[in-house]
């Protein structure tokens, strides 16, 4: 039975809880002194690139920003027949000393994260990483948690949640629909 | 199957089904830009200050060369370490081959030792065609007589395709002995089918009879042939040959053939030039040109690097 597509957020909520993220981000820091962020391909991109805009705003300094594209860390890559397409990695400074928000849109098995931490190793030695996510759905594989969550959204397991931003799809907005499993 | 959480999210996953790459002759036009594109985002990890990632992690290659190399050998190897894969070489010389041990033999105890790829150089056309035929691993030929050689003419294309923007109405001119190049064959088959004009020259005893019929044009003035060129590639003239009265001596062919200060000035401006190495310096290619404006040689050489790793990585798997 496929249950019809539901908005569970809409722009200006995405918006406001990147705010927040934000303020919290420069709370927690207490600043922007050594921060970078760090965005995972493909949506936590889109979503470092408007939390540095949102952090020039409140503090008028500029934060680094790069692209990590975890494919070659994976651990399901010999698992499957299909290869997943690489893209490229664009960290345009040294993350040694500096503290790494690593940014991506949902937080679910925590697998991404743990490989983009092996990657972000291998490029320096970071003081710290932290991680901010626009949707934590819950269904964690590994001991991982995020440090900054937009919302918290309890999914089943065969639930599929998008994250939907203008820069990708034309529109902004989190969605949640039956997979059919 | 099912596929873990993860692959159906994370970026569009795309079919490779092809076991072995044994030439550019069976590779579709999406094979090859699936090659290129993944090649592309390799180049990344090769300027990185620690080169290496986990993907092939516990996957071993085995480098298989019954014929001289070392740059394609080095590169292949390169290619493994940097995804962390095992690589191992065997040349001829120290291989049980010199024992009397048949190719197919070796090849069957190779693959008793459980390899995931094996990388074969061979100066007989064909010998990696047989092996893939043998051995349920993966066989990436990396030369086999005059025949083909897949990865250079993909690291050629790659080199081409990022000078120039891209390949299709593009005019290529090889160079060189004809007649027993691989890289010639490779590249003329590949660029064909990625929409490239191609002129190939030099003497007519280095230039096949009816070549045409592969889709070239033919050509026996280089500098006529270079006229029009996008990308010059010249040829090694195996020097070795000299006493098979292919031609009288190298001083004549390089009075005719060799791309020098003086003839090049008839080619384009912005005429890309190229050569698989080894380099014979002031034979077929006069020293300011290889070391010029115009050459892309180095280029070719660490775009290899790339290529490889992405045929590694396209090829390694879950078997089906």
């Known amino acids: 039975m496929m249950t019809p597509k539901k908005v569970v957020m809409d722009a200006a909520e995405i918006d406001r809880s990147l705010t927040r ?18 965005g995972i391909r493909t949506g936590g991109v889109f979503l470092a690139e408007r939390l540095r ?21 994976r651990d399901d890559l010999l698992l499957a027949n299909k290869k997943p397409k690489i893209k490229k990695t664009d960290i345009p400074f040294s993350l040694d000393k500096k503290k790494v928000i690593l940014v991506d849109d949902v937080l679910f098995t925590g697998r991404t994260i743990r490989a983009a931490m092996d990657a972000l190793i291998d490029f320096g030695r970071p003081r710290s990483i932290q991680l901010a996510v626009l ?38 907005e989190v969605v949640i629909e039956d997979s059919g499993h | 199957m099912h596929l873990p959480p993860g692959l159906c999210s994370r970026g569009f996953a795309m079919k490779w089904e092809r076991k072995d790459i044994l030439g550019m002759k069976d590779l579709s036009v999406e094979e090859i830009h699936m090659i290129l594109d993944t090649a592309e985002s390799f180049l990344e990890v090769s300027a990185r200050d620690i080169k290496k990632v986990p993907t092939l992690r516990g996957k071993t290659i085995i480098n298989f060369f019954v014929e001289a190399s070392t740059r394609t050998r080095t590169s292949f190897e390169i290619a493994g370490k940097r995804l962390s894969a095992d690589t191992i070489n065997i040349s001829a010389s120290a291989s049980s081959l010199v024992k009397g ?18 990388v074969i ?22 030369g086999d007589g005059a025949h083909e050689h897949p990865s250079q003419a993909l690291l050629d294309m790659m080199t081409i395709r990022n000078r120039k923007g891209g390949l299709s109405g593009l005019n290529v001119t090889i160079v060189g002995d004809i007649a027993h190049s691989r890289v010639a064959r490779s590249n003329i088959y590949g660029l064909n089918k990625m929409g490239v004009c191609v002129t190939v020259a030099g003497p007519a005893t280095m230039i096949p009879r009816d070549i045409q019929q592969l889709g070239v044009k033919v050509c026996f003035s280089l500098e006529e042939a270079i006229l029009d060129a996008d990308v010059i590639m010249m040829l090694r003239i195996q020097t070795e040959r000299e006493q098979q009265n292919i031609f009288p001596s190298l001083r004549e062919y390089s009075t005719f053939y060799c791309l020098n200060r003086e003839n090049i000035k008839k080619a384009k401006k912005d005429v890309l030039v190229m050569h698989p190495g ?12 290889a070391d010029g404006v115009h050459s892309v040689i180095l280029e070719q050489v660490t775009n290899g690097v790339a290529v490889r790793m ?3 990585y396209l090829l390694t798997g879950a078997s089906s």
Not at chain 1, 53 to 73: Q, S
Not at chain 1, 152 to 169: A, G
Not at chain 2, 124 to 139: K, Y
């Open chain 1, 135 to 172: 949707i934590d759905r819950g269904h964690r594989e590994l001991p991982i948690r995020a440090d900054f969550v937009g919302e918290n959204l309890p999914s089943l397991l065969w639930e599929d949640i998008s994250v939907n931003l203008i820069e990708k799809n034309g529109c902004d």
């Open chain 2, 121 to 142: 150089r061979h100066s007989c056309a064909g010998a990696p065609h047989m092996l893939a035929g043998l051995v349920r691993q993966s066989i990436i030929n990396a």
């Open chain 1, 21 to 38: 993220i934000a303020y919290e981000i420069l709370e927690k820091n207490k600043g922007v002194e050594d921060l970078v962020l760090v």
């Open chain 1, 53 to 73: 805009r949102k952090i020039l705003d409140i503090e008028g300094a500029e934060v680094p920003c790069g692209i990590l594209d975890i494919t070659l860390y």
């Open chain 2, 310 to 312: 992405a045929l590694l």
């Open chain 2, 278 to 289: 080894p380099v014979n310096r002031g034979v077929e290619i006069s020293p300011e040109i």
């Open chain 2, 101 to 118: 041990e048949t190719l197919a033999d070796t090849a069957r105890n190779l693959e008793a030792m459980n390899p995931d790829v094996i």
